[in-house]
């Protein structure tokens, strides 16, 4: 099993879309390798069809993108521990999906897209400049100089999660599925791209939370280049 | 059966948590009388220990919290239609209730404080200024006149309802159940305290789904005063 991630110049793994889907192979104990990709690598990708990453191949089978990724795995290996527990027709994890891709994600974005265009590959980065400067509605220095002021809607943008991680340790209960991984991404990512910090408070509880999933992230990392 | 509600100067009801509790009282077919009250009223209700409403009043059995309603109307009358349909642990609910709670409603309150004032009884003018003002960090007018400049973060904070409401008619599948009960209070509560539209987009699938619940809602008023 070979899961395509994108990487940094530096070989930095930040993509929060792979995370997702990392974690959805490990929760099964699914062992697998990692290819690195970059942006224009990505149509290189079996039959040419693939636009993003994460993409998995099993065997002959290529599936693109992390909940369908995370939807193959649970109806390919029901065998294996379920990444939505309680949760058949998957409309929380769906929900907590549609929340982080146009909400947390969005935010953080704002305050980040300068820090991901330095750790681009210099062939990259007009990619990236183009795709990301119309989805910002200005220039990525633009961006990198209004990031300040756009710290305080990206703290205020993880409230739902804290307040749900104020009552059990974790989105899906006493452990975590496919939700926690979902928003475990976003935050990684945030981590992975700049030095600041984004939650300052040692007491809130999304540190501890994090840690967790992130010592699982990490656990046995998988071989592969 | 009684739910005590909050009411405005003229007699509308715009509590988005009481909408929560009465959607979710005819969702189960319970019929019940309505109270309204003025904030003033609250400390009158049952054993004086209520602070805020919804609180419904079953025999000698007094509730008070939309979701505590919701999950003792659940756990009272389990013959009734289920509010959690496929969410045993009530976590997509709980999920939806923190991102409106958090996100949603405090977007948009940034629009409406100062409709809402409008709203209230000269006598209560008062409790609402010093609470709300507290809680927006200026004074009502000065909110007044933030209000455009806040619109688009209100606007934009629907986005997650909307992702889910394009792939399918309700949050929770082809019919509504309590998720959908939450979200629909927040804006059956914006269009009762003001006449601006805050989606103007006419293809926008949230239309629908409101108007769906929204025949719910109004179907077969309570009586009561």
Same mark, same amino acid.
């Given at each position: 099993m070979l899961l395509f991630d994108l990487t940094t110049r530096h070989g930095a793994r930040p993509s929060p879309f792979c995370w997702r889907a990392k974690l959805a192979l490990k929760h099964k104990g699914l062992l697998h390798d990692e290819k690195a990709c970059h942006y224009s690598d990505i =149509?290189?990708?079996?039959?040419?069809?693939? =636009?993003?990453?994460?993409v998995m191949q099993d065997g002959g089978v290529f599936v693109g993108g992390s909940l369908n990724i995370a939807e193959y795995l649970e109806k390919t290996y029901p065998?294996?521990?379920?990444?939505?527990p309680d949760d058949p027709h998957h409309r929380y994890a769906k929900f907590v999906e549609a929340w982080v891709d146009t909400s947390l994600q969005p935010q953080i974005f704002h305050t980040l897209a300068y820090d991901i265009f330095l750790l681009m590959p210099d062939a990259e980065q007009p990619y990236f400049r183009k795709t990301r400067e119309a989805r910002l509605g200005m220039t990525l220095e633009e961006a990198r100089d209004l990031a300040p002021s756009k710290l305080p809607a990206a703290q205020a943008s993880f409230l739902p999660l804290r307040r749900r991680l104020q009552e059990q340790p974790f989105l899906c209960g006493d452990a975590p599925a496919y939700a926690d991984y979902i928003a475990y991404g976003a935050l990684k990512w945030q981590r992975l791209c700049c030095?600041?910090?984004?939650?300052?408070?040692?007491?809130?509880?999304i540190h501890a939370w994090f840690s967790h999933i992130d010592g699982l992230a990490t656990a046995h990392a998988p071989t592969g280049s």
């Amino acid at each position: 099993m070979l899961l395509f991630d994108l990487t940094t110049r530096h070989g930095a793994r930040p993509s929060p879309f792979c995370w997702r889907a990392k974690l959805a192979l490990k929760h099964k104990g699914l062992l697998h390798d990692e290819k690195a990709c970059h942006y224009s690598d990505i =149509r290189s990708i079996g039959d040419g069809s693939f =636009r993003t990453v994460p993409v998995m191949q099993d065997g002959g089978v290529f599936v693109g993108g992390s909940l369908n990724i995370a939807e193959y795995l649970e109806k390919t290996y029901p065998d294996t521990p379920t990444l939505f527990p309680d949760d058949p027709h998957h409309r929380y994890a769906k929900f907590v999906e549609a929340w982080v891709d146009t909400s947390l994600q969005p935010q953080i974005f704002h305050t980040l897209a300068y820090d991901i265009f330095l750790l681009m590959p210099d062939a990259e980065q007009p990619y990236f400049r183009k795709t990301r400067e119309a989805r910002l509605g200005m220039t990525l220095e633009e961006a990198r100089d209004l990031a300040p002021s756009k710290l305080p809607a990206a703290q205020a943008s993880f409230l739902p999660l804290r307040r749900r991680l104020q009552e059990q340790p974790f989105l899906c209960g006493d452990a975590p599925a496919y939700a926690d991984y979902i928003a475990y991404g976003a935050l990684k990512w945030q981590r992975l791209c700049c030095d600041r910090e984004l939650l300052s408070d040692a007491a809130d509880p999304i540190h501890a939370w994090f840690s967790h999933i992130d010592g699982l992230a990490t656990a046995h990392a998988p071989t592969g280049s």
